[in-house]
């Protein structure tokens, strides 16, 4: 187990981050997911702070989200450092679908959850990207909705939903769980929709 997902296990670290969240006014709300393998989405992603909070968050209720990152950064010391977080490589040179590389990943772990951002970035966007959906997809897993809810300092997990293939039809169940979320900036949130590309 990595470094980082042995401390967010630890008794004292779980003791002290939710300390943390009290004192700065967040409270939990879960609704626990129906396995511990999923690919777990957090929006709307509009600040550096989102990242701090969710780590708070998920070191609080033990959930060992792992994030990809490309297989160059494995090499030497920094490759010790981004195992010890957890990070999972992924190879974007190859003519390899990366959807089809992070699905794979599914079949070597008991437990594996995978967090992205739909968003993909702090600012304004037009549409969400549909990678997560689809790698859900392809290794028949659900997603769980994750959120911080920075109008009434909530943070957790929502619903989960086990895509169907019927993306629009799905993604009308996701936005209408996100409507009512607001960002720490919300001027920066973008529309929750499909891209068109």
């Known amino acids: 187990m990595s470094l980082l997902l042995s401390i967010q296990r630890s008794t004292l670290a779980q003791a002290i981050a939710r300390s943390v969240l009290r004192l700065t006014g967040w409270r939990i709300h879960v609704i626990p997911p129906p396995t511990s393998r999923y690919v777990l989405i957090g929006a709307p992603h509009t600040s550096n702070w989102d990242f701090f909070i969710a ?14 990152g490309k297989d160059s950064l494995f090499r030497g010391p920094i490759g010790v450092f981004m195992r010890s977080l957890g990070a999972i490589p992924v190879n974007r040179r190859e003519s390899t679908n990366l959807v ?5 990943k599914f079949d070597e772990y008991d437990e594996l959850i995978i967090g992205l951002s739909p968003e993909g970035t702090r600012k304004k966007t037009s549409c969400w990207r549909t990678g997560f959906y689809y790698i859900a997809l392809k290794a028949e897993v659900p997603i769980v909705m994750a959120y911080l809810d920075y109008g009434n300092k909530v943070c957790g997990l929502g619903p989960s939903i086990k895509p169907t293939g019927d993306i629009q039809a799905d993604f009308m169940i996701i936005r209408d769980f996100y409507s009512g979320i607001v960002g720490k900036y919300p001027q920066k949130q973008g529309e929750i929709e499909l891209s068109t590309k």
């Open 100 to 104: 089809d590389q992070v699905a794979a």
């Open 55 to 68: 780590l708070l968050f998920m070191t609080v209720e033990g959930i060992p989200v792992r994030l990809m």
